[in-house]
């Protein structure tokens, strides 16, 4: 299955947004700057994931196996898409640290 262009460019520019938005409200709820780049790797685990959380408990060998064989066959659209994300968390603490540098108090 093939990704058009336009929705390619949607996608990125939403995942873009939406991570930026969710990271820069957790940086101002939390008063730290780095919250949601340390949550993007649980959340791209849980979109790439096909399988149950409990199942890393029960079965963690072939549980991880898997989840490294989903992570290799991602499409060059699909992490450029999932990377579009973690720019957007990444700058959501670049920019919350230097409001903050700047003398922004946030909650």
Known sequence: MQMSIPILIISVFLFFIL???IGFLLNMLFRSSWV???FFPLI???IVNE???I????NPGNSFGQLGGRFAALHTADITIL???????ILAG???KTLRK???RMF
Not at 55 to 58: L, P, T, V
Not at 83 to 89: D, F, K, Y
């Open 36 to 38: 949601m780049v340390i």
């Open 19 to 21: 991570f930026f938005g």
């Open 55 to 58: 199942e890393y408990f029960r």
């Open 83 to 89: 990377l579009s994300g973690l720019a957007g968390a």
């Open 94 to 96: 670049v920019i919350i």
């Open 102 to 104: 700047k003398g922004y």
């Open 44 to 46: 791209a685990i849980s």
């Open 51 to 53: 399988v149950k959380l």
